[in-house]
């Protein structure tokens, strides 16, 4: 009986210290790929990676557009209508891909997709941005697949309201405690490794309130063992391989 007790209580703290590996705007950094392409997105499929990070804008004639900067080749999406976009090409060769097609081709994939709604400076023109990226996910059937993440305190709070009931939508911004958040009813903390090392406590605090926590952007083996060794339970990297090297057992 005793050694039945000790084989659960290991399979249940190993069960608890499973932590996952999100690429950052896909993965990115190898041979083909580019930062929020399809490609990376693939990329990041084909390593097992748990979730693939990729960024939302909306241009001033409601496309939706997957790209980091609030500006591509000079131009300022959230001003620019999709015309103006449509050609230009990533460092990879593809073109700047639109949030359609990223999601048509994660429908075939397997990973997670996390979802970054930029804060627009039009407050209306992301509130739009917010319903279009939820119908879209809907339309498209990956509900469960998708999660949202924003630095956006108001974007933050639309899609908790536009998004099915139960669906994951993290904070970024970072000056919110997991108390705060949990009057919020959010999934989480989603705060970088500079706010994350500054408040430690934050990680068993947002835990025993029922909150996961995912930590970004890291990279050095340094931020990676500490984000380990403080069981966070996901981590957002530039190098996934190497993160996923360090969590086997």
């Given at each position: 009986m005793k050694r039945l007790m000790l084989m659960l209580l290991l399979v249940a703290s190993v069960a608890a210290s499973a932590q996952e590996v999100i690429c950052h705007r896909g993965y990115w950094d190898t041979e083909g790929s580019a930062q929020n392409s399809l490609r990376s997105l693939v990329k990041a499929d084909s390593i097992?990676?748990?979730g693939s990070e990729f960024d939302v804008w909306m241009t001033a004639d409601g496309v939706l557009v997957v790209n980091h900067d609030e500006t591509f080749e000079g131009?300022?999406?959230e001003t620019a209508k999709w015309k103006q976009l449509k050609n230009l090409r990533l460092k990879n060769g593809e073109k700047l891909p639109t949030?359609?097609?990223?999601?048509?081709c994660g429908k075939s994939l397997k990973t997670r997709l996390i979802v970054e709604m930029k804060?627009?400076?039009?407050?209306?023109?992301?509130?739009e941005a917010a319903r279009k990226i939820v119908k879209m996910v809907k339309k498209m059937r990956l509900e469960d697949r998708v999660e949202?993440?924003?630095f956006s305190y108001q974007g933050m709070k639309n899609l908790k309201e536009l998004a099915p009931e139960g669906t994951p939508v993290y904070y970024?911004?970072?000056e919110l405690s997991p108390s705060q958040l949990a009057e919020l009813k959010v999934a989480g903390i989603d705060y970088s490794i500079k706010v994350m090392r500054e408040h430690p406590q934050w990680i068993d605090e947002a835990h025993a309130l029922?909150?996961?926590?995912?930590?970004?952007?890291?990279?050095?083996?340094?931020?990676?063992?500490?984000c380990i060794n403080y069981g966070v339970d996901f981590i957002t990297t530039n190098a996934p391989e190497r993160l996923q090297q360090k969590l086997m057992p």
């Open positions: 097992g990676a748990w131009i300022t999406i949030l359609e097609q990223m999601l048509k804060p627009h400076t039009d407050r209306a023109q992301e509130l949202y993440i924003t970024l911004n970072g029922g909150m996961k926590v995912n930590v970004w952007t890291v990279n050095s083996d340094r931020d990676m063992e500490w």
